[in-house]
Nanobody, 131 residues
Framework: QVQLVESGGGLVQPGGSLRLSCAAS????????MGWFRQAPGKGREGVSC????????YYADSVKGRFTISRDNAKNTVYLQMNSLSPEDTAVYYC????????????????????????WGKGTLVNVSS
């Protein structure tokens, strides 16, 4: 049973930084894609960033490129999302998700979406960017 537990959300001023963590357990192989999705108030869920465990490849939504960095600590089985230069538009509940991929899975196809194809989800952590 895969479990994902997010942490690190909170209140931050515009221009500030936060680091989200997603601790994963229950993976049976390294053919997983882990990702971060977010849902802002009154809006649909959108993909933010993903990480393919097998080869370390990454995906970023255009709206966060250059500001957010996704990474993984293999020893801790944890994926991080470092968020810099935050703006009020980044305010949302951020969800960690995982997909049991295959060698042919196109990461962008899983991540540049609402995440409806992901297999597992955390409960979410709120990021509030406000002065």
């Amino acid at each position: 049973q895969v479990q994902l537990v997010e942490s690190g959300g909170g209140l931050v001023q515009p221009g500030g930084s936060l680091r989200l963590s997603c601790a994963a357990s229950g993976f049976t192989s390294d053919y997983y894609i882990m990702g971060w999705f977010r849902q802002a108030p009154g809006k649909g869920r959108e993909g933010v960033s993903c990480f393919r465990i097998r080869d370390g490849s990454t995906y970023y939504a255009d709206s966060v490129k250059g500001r957010f960095t996704i990474s993984r600590d293999n020893a801790k089985n944890t994926v991080y999302l470092q968020m810099n230069s935050l703006s009020p538009e980044d305010t949302a509940v951020y969800y960690c998700a995982a997909y049991r991929a295959t060698v042919s899975t196109v990461m962008r196809a899983m991540c540049a979406t609402s995440g409806s194809g992901m297999d597992y989800w955390g409960k979410g952590t709120l990021v509030n960017v406000s002065s």
